[in-house]
């Protein structure tokens, strides 16, 4: 790898810092750059990114089907709700990050 392709453009996160919801872990910096980062030839558009993580969610929605044969059910819920809060990291509590639902189950599959 170059030794370009591992600085990170930290002016991209000033401009969109307001934006960026905080975790009390942090964020990765070279993560929130490459989802902020204007999108040159070659690097996936706005469509292409709604797919992969409309496919990613699918994913993790078939997981939950099969959540009564699993050896830790939270694991999964866990891991669904990690990738959420990364992959949107300015519109958590939105329509399209589907967050708040995915809380809502995971809370209601253990109360009862």
């Known amino acids: 790898m170059a030794v370009s392709d591992d600085l990170i453009n930290f002016d991209l996160i000033e401009q969109h810092k307001e934006n960026i919801q905080q975790l009390p872990g942090g964020r990765s910096a070279k993560q929130l750059t490459t989802i902020l980062s204007p999108h040159p030839s070659g690097q996936a558009t706005l469509d292409e990114t ?61 109360l009862t």
């Open 50 to 110: 709604k797919t992969l993580n409309n496919a990613i969610r699918q994913e993790y929605e078939l997981e939950l089907q099969s959540v009564a044969d699993s050896d830790d059910p939270l694991d999964i819920y866990d891991r669904y709700v990690k990738w959420t809060l990364n992959a949107y990291p300015s519109a958590q509590a939105t329509p399209q990050s589907q967050l708040l639902p995915l809380l809502e189950r995971a809370t209601k599959a253990f």
